[in-house]
Structures are given as C-alpha cells and as structure tokens.
C-alpha cells in the first residue's frame, strides 16, 4: 500500500517550526526525549531537537448536517495541515496549522487521545490486506458536531475511500476498525438525524 502526501506549502512548514521554536507553544521534553528522535522518514517531517514533526497530512471537516441530510464525504472541506509531534520515538502531540483564507497561517500544539490514536490507526490500516496494492492519501477527518476524528484514505484510484475512528469513537463505532467511507458516513448521519432538534410544529 501505497500512503501519499501531497506537498505540503511553504507557509504551513514554516509555521511548525515557529511552534518547534517558541519555549512556551512547545511541550516540555520528556524522559523520552534524551534520546535521539528517529529518523523522520519523510521530506516534508520538521526535527527540532528534541522533537520532530512527521507523518503530515491535510485535516478536513464536516458539518453533522450534511452527514444527517445524507450527503457523504464530497462535502467535506478542507482546513488545514496536521503534523505528529514525535519525543524521541513516542508521539506526544500534533502541531496543526489552519488555513484562514491567504493570511498568516494560525499554528497551535494539540494533545490527547486522538492525537496519541493516530499512530495505531496508521499501523491498523498499513496491515489491511484488501489494500495491500492501493494507492491512498492519508488525511484526518473531523465531525465537530459529534466529537468524532476519522482517518481519511481517500482513494486516489476511486475503488472505495476508508474511514477509520480514532478513540473515544461516538457510541455504535468501533475505534480503529477500518470502514468503507460510506457505511459509516451512513452510521453517522443516522446519529446525527436523532441528535438533531426536533422542528416546532406550527
């Protein structure tokens, strides 16, 4: 299998290493970070002793409406980039970089369980045997009106997209399983649909 990352811009690497930079945006080292960070494997990845940023990739969102009306993921928009910040060999944090429309990109340090769940849900994927000869772009999904983050292979040969939810998953989703994008768009919507509120009646 084959994960591609488009070229990340200019202005979005520049922005991590202003976050790798800044003392007070970063995380503090951990004991983990005595070592020497591994090699970033990737042209894009940012090291900042002690941390490295790797493993970019294109966030997107969409709104529970959309889901709930029964619209998929051509509806998903995109809003940013995301890079895994790695001390030494563990992920500790994400620095994500949001587009805001031809201005100065707005950069921020993230942590928590989506962020940490990352990792296992690329080792999931890369593991998938009915996969084994695609050729995907890897990219984060967010749902904010369900509190959910999905990892995105959008397939680029336009066989079947895959979503996988990263931890905690809303109820009825089970984290890191891998589905086809539309049964769970189809999970999702139907969620949401009983989340809405209900209408008055005239």
């Known amino acids: ?11 979005a690497r520049a922005a991590v290493r202003a976050v790798l930079d800044a003392p007070h945006r970063r995380p503090a080292p951990t004991q983990a970070g ?14 900042h002793a002690p941390f490295s940023a ?15 009306e029964g619209r998929g ?6 809003v940013g980039w995301r890079w895994l910040v790695h001390d030494g060999a563990h992920t500790i944090g994400a620095v994500e970089v949001a587009d805001v429309g ?18 296992a849900a ?13 050729y995907y772009e890897l990219r984060l999904l967010h749902i904010p009106g369900l509190y959910t983050v999905a990892l995105w292979l ?37 969620r949401g649909r009983r989340l809405a509120p209900t209408a008055p009646q005239p």
């Open 154 to 190: 959008a397939d680029l040969v336009g066989w079947q997209d895959l979503l996988v939810p990263l931890a905690p998953a809303p109820p009825g989703v089970q984290p890191l399983r891998p589905y086809p994008a539309e049964e769970l768009a189809a999970l999702l919507g139907s």
């Open 102 to 119: 031809g201005g100065h990109p707005v950069a921020r340090f993230t942590e928590g369980p989506f962020t940490t769940c990352t990792d």
């Open 73 to 78: 993921l051509d509806t998903a928009r995109p």
């Open 122 to 134: 690329v080792a999931t994927v890369r593991t998938l045997p009915q996969i084994e000869r695609g």
């Open 54 to 68: 790797v493993c970019p990739h294109r966030m997107f969102e969409i709104d529970l409406s959309d889901l709930a």
């Open 1 to 11: 299998m084959v994960l591609r990352v488009p070229e990340t811009p200019e202005h």
């Open 34 to 47: 005595t070592d020497e960070p591994d090699a970033p494997g990737s042209p894009d990845a940012d090291t």
